[in-house]
Nanobody
Framework: VQLQASGGGLVQAGGSLRLSCAAS????????MGWFRQAPGKEREFVAG????????DYAHSVKGRFTISRDNAKNTAYLQMNSLKPEDTAVYFC?????????????????WGQGTLVTVSS
């Protein structure tokens, strides 16, 4: 299974970006997906997770109300809509594919990692 993340870039504070994560290879839609991020000099942290059907989501407190995770199983793709971006959201964002049908909420739930896409928010 390969995960290809895209959609990162440079945006001003208050702006929006939409990240995509396309899965290819021997994929099935019956597992959770998620997004993590790693800012310079910091550890990787959980951002958002979604279960296999899209009916259950979870968010880090720092992004709740601003970010929305979704998925399109017909396209084997997960998305992260990021609104009201802040400079502290600057990080490399990694998509992840889970081991289970439940939403991803921590590193140990992850079976596959994408390569990361850089999001830079200027003040």
């Amino acid at each position: 299974v390969q995960l290809q993340a895209s959609g990162g870039g440079l945006v001003q504070a208050g702006g929006s970006l939409r990240l995509s994560c396309a899965a290819s290879g021997r994929t099935s839609s019956n597992v959770g997906m998620g997004w993590f991020r790693q800012a310079p000099g910091k550890e990787r942290e959980f951002v958002a997770g979604i279960n296999w059907s899209g009916s259950n989501t979870d968010y880090a407190h720092s992004v709740k109300g601003r970010f929305t995770i979704s998925r399109d199983n017909a396209k084997n793709t997960a998305y992260l809509q990021m609104n009201s971006l802040k400079p502290e959201d600057t990080a490399v964002y990694f998509c992840a594919r889970g081991k289970y049908s439940l939403r991803i909420v921590k590193d140990t739930d992850v079976n596959y990692w994408g390569q990361g896409t850089l999001v830079t928010v200027s003040s």
